[in-house]
């Protein structure tokens, strides 16, 4: 089994950044996909932001790009989310995902994903 731990939500002004972080343990391999996902209330969980583990690929939402960034750390499975310019709409549960099998297109829908943290909040306020 592999566990996904994240860190690094909070409350914050828009116009503020955060960076969130998730570790994976566990059952590991080489290569794998990770990404992030947001869930507000009342709506559908969403893609934010995908890296394949070589850093190769990226993939990001529409309204993410230019404000998220995505990174990930070779010597370790993990992922992170720089998050800049955060505006009220931003505000939802942050999900890490992890899948094994690596892609030429970094997948966005949910069901493709083997693994998910437990979600941190993250809240900005006008």
């Known amino acids: 089994q592999v566990q996904l731990v994240e860190s690094g939500g909070g409350l914050v002004q828009a116009g503020d950044s955060l960076r969130l972080s998730c570790a994976a343990s566990?059952?590991?391999?080489?290569?794998?996909?990770m990404a992030w996902f947001r869930q507000a209330p009342g709506k559908e969980r969403e893609f934010v932001a995908g890296i394949s583990w070589n850093r190769g690929r990226t993939n990001y939402a529409g309204a993410m790009k230019g404000r998220f960034t995505i990174s990930t750390d070779n010597t370790k499975i993990m992922v992170a989310l720089q998050m800049n310019s955060l505006k009220p709409e931003d505000t939802a549960v942050y999900y890490c995902?992890?899948?094994?099998?690596?892609?030429?297109?970094?997948?966005?829908?949910?069901?493709?994903?083997?693994?998910w943290g437990q979600g941190t909040q993250v809240t900005v306020s006008s």
């Open positions: 995902a992890l899948r094994w099998e690596v892609t030429v297109a970094i997948p966005i829908q949910p069901n493709e994903y083997e693994y």
């Open positions: 566990g059952r590991t391999v080489s290569t794998y996909t």
